[in-house]
């Protein structure tokens, strides 16, 4: 999730979203107002996933909630949800769930990480989300950026849990704690925790998903249908026609 040359531009016209194209090869600019037809509430899929999406309310590195997170609810395109369905299946069998804590994540959301990155440092969640790195550099070390493949609709940010709706697994960190510990074959974390995130990244891949290297949380579906656009819808149910 390296810096991206150019940021999504959008304005409010009289109440009504306005996106501005994207320069250079950015792809088609994003959406608004509402999901095309093949987002869907994961928790149609896939009801016994567990959901803390955390950027719907104040637990998450920002402090407050995030913008665009107008509900609690994880939204993916429909692929990403299934795919992530059988993989729950084949945890199941091992003894372990899924909890997501993101999903769809609108540009509005992004942006709003880059405005409080610029914010002065007040340290009120340094301590459980970035010890060790200065706020600003976030986006020059690969843990925040000026675009994310969330906005596509096909990445999930998950852990995993006991059984039957146990407990959140030791995976040696906490979510989005930015901290090279992260990266998915950290050797700062015990044994456990590295047996751990091997377990969810060999489920997930073997439904397509693929990790990033600064976040064992962190999976994008391979085969997602809109590599080139970044969604603004706001993340709702309305969003979907619901």
């Given at each position: 999730m390296?810096r ?20 250079g090869?950015?792809?088609p600019?994003?959406?608004t107002d ?14 016994a996933?567990?959901?803390?999406m ?9 402090g ?13 395109t ?13 945890l ?13 994540r609108p ?31 976030l986006?020059e ?18 852990t ?9 697994v030791?995976?040696g ?6 901290d ?5 074959d950290?050797?700062?974390?015990p044994?456990?925790?590295r047996?751990?995130r091997?377990?969810?990244?060999s ?8 990790p ?9 579906h391979?085969a997602?249908?809109y ?9 709702s149910?309305?969003?979907l026609g619901?």
């Amino acid at each position: 999730m390296r810096r991206s040359p150019a940021l999504l531009a959008v304005a409010a016209v009289a109440g009504t979203a306005l996106v501005l194209p994207l320069s250079g090869s950015q792809g088609p600019p994003a959406v608004t107002d509402t999901a095309p037809a093949d987002f869907v509430a994961l928790r149609e899929v896939a009801p016994a996933i567990r959901q803390e999406m955390r950027y719907a309310g104040p637990h998450n590195f920002t402090g407050e909630r995030v913008d665009g997170y107008e509900q609690a609810e994880c939204l993916l395109t429909s692929d990403a949800a299934h795919a992530l369905e059988r993989a729950a299946r084949a945890l199941e069998a091992q003894g372990y769930g899924l909890l997501v804590y993101d999903c769809y994540r609108p540009q509005r959301a992004v942006d709003h990480f880059l405005r409080w990155m610029e914010q002065p440092e007040d340290g009120r969640t340094r301590a459980e989300f970035y010890p060790r790195v200065p706020k600003e550099r976030l986006v020059e070390d690969g843990y925040l950026a000026e675009k994310s493949g969330h906005s596509r609709g096909s990445t999930v940010d998950l852990t995993l849990t006991g059984a039957d709706g146990g407990d959140p697994v030791d995976m040696g960190t906490g979510f989005d704690f930015f901290d090279p510990r992260s990266h998915g074959d950290s050797p700062d974390v015990p044994g456990e925790a590295r047996a751990a995130r091997r377990v969810l990244a060999s489920a997930l891949g073997a439904e397509g998903f693929a990790p990033v290297e600064t976040e064992w949380w962190h999976f994008g579906h391979r085969a997602e249908p809109y590599p080139e656009t970044f969604f603004d819808f706001p993340v709702s149910l309305d969003s979907l026609g619901r």
